[in-house]
């Protein structure tokens, strides 16, 4: 599973603290400029968001991302930051009784306002979608 975080584009992230938002970015390269002395990412685009304005959550992938990259689909990445080696770091979340926060779940037919266990959120989501 940790290969498929492995398997991410690069990526950066912009925080929008206003908004409560972190947008999570992908690029192809970063492209040195001589004349100006500094690099640029190039073909940046939006492959996801995090509903937080701290930078840390759940990652809620854009559509189109999903669609060129399916096996995301289903895998829960979380954006934590690793007070011990003191660096923002990605996880795959597999264990269902830990708590994830969220604001808006992609995909959903109705707003979600939290989720705060995984696994039951994905329970709960298939039994509704059965019913419908």
Known sequence: MNSLIKKLPNIYYQTISSRGVTYVKSFDENKWLPEKKYAIKTNTRTIGKINSGNGAGLILFEESFLKSRPEYKDIA????????????????????????????????????????????????????EKDT
């Not at 830990?98 to 994905?122: F, R």
């Open 77 to 128: 990445i979380v954006r934590y930051y690793d007070e011990e080696q003191k660096k923002w770091e990605l996880r795959i979340e597999e264990d269902h009784s830990s708590e994830i926060i969220t604001s808006l779940k992609v995909n959903s037919k109705h707003e979600v306002t939290d989720v705060i266990s995984v696994g039951t959120y994905l329970l709960f989501t298939k039994l509704i």
